[in-house]
């Protein structure tokens, strides 16, 4: 041969075993298929081809790891039911058989939403578990290997027109059934619910999301599958300077990447006082128990996440898993660290504009700030304040858009209680930890304060409640009945911009700090259980024209908060105490409506339990809702809170009817609890059976007040302090006011 020809020939050869050897080398792309129903398929959506969950979580893959790891493929079906007698259902669809046909390597299927159709659960709901089961098996019979994951349901929301009459109840039927599939089948579960059941903004028909649900939806599934959840991350209200529950069983949670361990080290000084391990769950959270801690710190707590190394097995993983990519096996340990830890008593201070007024806008504002200097140390603060008031303004397009996201409180961190805190700290909330830490030794106090001016009732309580045993509260509700006309007048002011067709932001949706269900989403939620010792919760004026309403709403913010804050135990079976609720009762304004709700409040309390209340009335200010008088109310819980939470003996109550008769004369006559020293010289009214009050001739002896009017010859009610602003004034000898109230005789 001759030379040149064999020298070309070689370099030829050298030239392409590099290429071959790359293309051997390049793995065949990751098939991930995406089967659901007009969810995944991209529903409503204007560009689904951009925008429907599908594509997004392509985009999401080749952005982490590289154009060509992944191909993900939509198998959607619009209207396609699981169930294989429903009236579409999915294995009958040619979508299906494609799936199949694609031989996934992973299968993340999000069905059952078209089963909650009276055609399909009533009749066929004893089928939905096996039918589930057997599309599972039928895509590990395509790919033995296939890893499958099954979601948890997106929400239908209350607009749905099936909302009531079966889609709520069938819905939460079929979540449970798709848990015990996941359960049964080794499969991972999918939570594509709870990141969307609190933006209902997002579901322009309560049931298809919009581009920005649908994203996501792809970076809730982008997770699981990866196990990528953005690193080691503790709840919002922890970092320096915090109090953490003494005494008690503690369950620290937080997220982290999937297939981590998690060293939690405890110290004072250089002394290692604990350390606990834990292992990040399938969906990346994880807990940690410390042990009853006694009241005192400074502590420094340090939590590092580690990778698990290729193979660790743990009962968190029940199947095989395969997603050890390499980058995320090689990740470096996070550390975070809380340097500066106390354990103490933690309480929250919520409700509208009397609980946020600040201590610099009341008149003992001075007295306040020097009590501030004396306990700075043994007092911290963490403050909630909205990032928007709801002043009569129309809220800018920013403030539309982080409302809609759930960032309307700016979480202030924790903080010494130095006179610059506490002058822009609620004047109420500061007050009740003052007395605490004063009456407490060195038991640290911690005080959360997330109150927001004029927020109703209802904006207080979990969406679920409010679908459950109020659902069309939800609906419309700035142009319904249910809110007070000046609480809906100002919602409509503030997002008049998001309410104008013209404008970029238009958007009917809207949410608003007044909404339903709202602050509980974004003031409650983000506490995401944290213990804390109690609550104090000063609300009503925006509730005040329907005292009928808010007492069914209050008792359910009651037993929602009762039940989100439920203390968690290491023993399941040893009994939860109930989280105690100290109220304000309103105070004293001319308002038609007040003297009612006052009445309303006291049987309230008294009628609910683990609760007492607190009456202002004596120090309300005739020409201003905001009074500027807060000491003594604060003063008031923690007398209450002192004597119900801590055990300590004391007068804490204002003087409290036991029995209410007539006697010689048929004079009216009213016997007192807490009722050394009482002193009244105005206030009460007698009426007889006509109905018609007038006021009455006070007469006190020892716990017993005797009334009578000569415009009322046989007394049949009698009532106290009965108008909007009163200076109705019966007090015991510790100087505590009567509430407001109204008996029969």
């Not at 599934?221 to 915090?242: C, E, H, I, K, Q």
């Not at 069983?249 to 080290?265: F, N, P, T, W, Y």
């Not at 500066?340 to 700030?369: H, I, K, P």
């Not at 007070?484 to 007048?489: K, T, V």
Request: net charge neutral; glycine share 6%; with cysteine.
């Amino acid at each position: 041969m001759p030379r040149p020809l064999s020298l070309l020939i070689v370099l030829t050869m050298l030239v392409s075993l590099p290429l071959n050897a790359s293309r051997k080398a390049q793995p065949a792309p990751l098939r991930v298929a995406c089967v659901g129903n007009s969810v995944t398929y991209g529903y409503g959506l204007r560009h689904r081809d951009r925008d429907a969950y599908p594509v997004r979580l392509q985009q999401m893959l080749d952005e982490r790891y590289g154009s060509g790891r992944f191909q993900v493929g939509n198998f959607g079906r619009s209207g396609a039911t699981l169930l294989y007698k429903g009236h579409r259902p999915y294995v009958q669809q040619p979508e299906f058989h494609q799936a199949l046909d694609f031989r996934p390597d992973w299968v993340v299927i999000h069905l059952g939403l078209n089963d909650t159709d009276p055609r399909n659960w009533p009749d066929w709901k004893e089928e939905f578990i096996p039918n589930y089961r057997a599309l599972i098996d039928s895509f590990r019979v395509a790919n033995p290997d296939v890893r499958v994951l099954i979601c948890r349901m997106t929400p239908i929301f209350d607009r749905h027109p099936r909302f009531q009459s079966g889609t709520r109840d069938w819905h939460a039927q079929i979540q449970e059934a798709i848990s015990q599939v996941a359960l049964g089948a080794g499969a991972q579960l999918v939570d594509l619910y709870t990141p969307l059941h609190s933006r209902p903004d997002l579901f322009p028909d309560a049931l298809h999301p919009n581009p920005e649900g649908a994203l996501i939806l792809a970076k809730t599934v982008y997770g699981a599958l990866t196990g990528d959840y953005g690193g080691l991350r503790l709840p919002a209200l922890y970092g320096n300077g915090m109090v953490l529950p003494r005494d008690e069983h503690l369950l620290i949670e937080g997220k982290a990447d999937a297939r981590r361990s998690i060293k939690v080290v405890l110290k004072q000084g250089s002394k290692t006082i604990e350390k606990r391990d834990a292992f990040t769950r399938a969906d990346g959270s994880w807990s940690v128990e410390l042990p009853h801690m006694k009241a005192g710190g400074p502590y420094k707590l340090t939590l590092t996440a580690s990778p698990l190394p290729v193979g660790h097995y743990h009962s968190y993983y029940p199947e095989h898993y395969p997603f050890e990519l390499q980058n995320l096996i090689k990740a470096k340990p996070q550390t975070l660290t809380i340097d500066s830890l106390y354990f103490g008593d933690v309480w929250l201070a919520s409700g509208q504009s009397n609980m946020e007024l600040r201590v610099d806008q009341c008149n003992t504002m001075e007295q306040d700030l020097a009590d501030a200097r004396r306990l700075s140390q043994r007092i911290h603060l963490y403050n909630m304040p909205a990032r928007a008031r709801t002043d009569a303004v129309e809220w800018p397009d920013s403030v539309l858009r982080f409302t809609n996201e759930l960032r309307h409180m700016d979480f202030q961190g924790w903080t010494a209680a130095s006179p610059e805190a506490v002058s822009r700290f609620s004047a109420i909330a500061f007050n009740f930890a003052r007395v605490l830490a004063d009456s407490l030794g060195d038991v640290p106090i911690g005080i959360i304060c997330n109150a927001v001016g004029g927020s109703t009732t209802e904006a207080w309580v979990d969406r679920t409640t409010l679908e459950r045993e109020l659902p069309n509260i939800l609906t419309d509700w700035r142009n319904g009945d249910y809110g007070q006309p000046w609480a809906r007048g100002r919602m409509t002011q503030n997002i008049a911009h998001a309410l104008d067709k013209e404008s970029p932001a238009f958007n009917a949706l809207q949410r608003h700090p007044y909404d339903p269900a709202y602050l509980f989403e974004a003031a409650i939620a983000p506490l995401e259980h944290f213990p804390v010792k109690g609550v104090l919760w000063y609300q009503g004026e925006s509730n005040a024209h329907n005292v009928e309403l808010h007492e069914r709403l209050f008792t359910l913010l009651e037993q929602s908060w009762r039940q989100f804050f439920a203390r968690r135990w290491s023993c399941e079976f040893q009994k939860k105490p109930a989280l105690p609720f100290y109220v304000v009762q309103l105070s004293s304004l001319p308002r038609p409506s007040w003297p009612a709700f006052r009445d309303s409040q006291r049987r309230l309390a008294a009628a609910l339990p683990d609760m007492w209340m607190a009456v202002s009335s004596d120090v309300g200010d005739a020409a201003d809702v905001h009074y500027r008088t807060k000491r003594p109310v604060g003063e008031r819980l923690a007398l209450q809170a002192l004597c119900h939470t801590y055990g300590h003996t004391l007068e804490c109550e204002g003087p409290v009817v036991r029995s209410a008769g007539l006697g010689q004369n048929h004079i009216a006559v009213l016997r007192f609890d807490h009722a050394d020293g009482l002193t009244c010289s105005r206030g009460f009214e007698i009426a007889g059976h006509d109905g018609l009050f007038y006021p009455a001739t006070i007469k006190i002896e020892g716990d017993k007040i005797m009334l009578s009017s000569p415009s009322v010859s046989w007394p049949a009610a009698v009532r106290y302090g009965w108008q909007g602003f009163t200076d109705a004034d019966l007090r015991n000898a510790a100087g505590l006011p009567a509430s407001t109230f109204q008996v029969s005789l």
